[in-house]
């Protein structure tokens, strides 16, 4: 994930608009841990990774911030 993030300087996108059979991968398992910090199925040690991550974000209006 960091590393196609320095490439594209972007979280990937897990929408069908994409051709980038790995953007879909990634963008998919970015929403699915999305998804398990919602309903609390996620630890606070893998929250706290993730949040190291540059550009990533955990709701969608907050992308931008």
Request: with cysteine; net charge positive; proline share 5%.
């Amino acid at each position: 994930l960091v590393d196609w993030i320095n490439i594209h300087n972007r979280i990937p996108s897990p929408m069908s608009v994409t051709a980038n059979v790995n953007e879909k991968k990634l963008g998919v398992w970015c929403s699915y841990k999305r998804y398990e910090k919602r309903k609390n199925m996620l630890s606070q040690e893998k929250i706290t990774k993730l949040e190291k991550i540059p550009f990533w974000y955990w709701n969608f209006k907050d992308k931008n911030k």
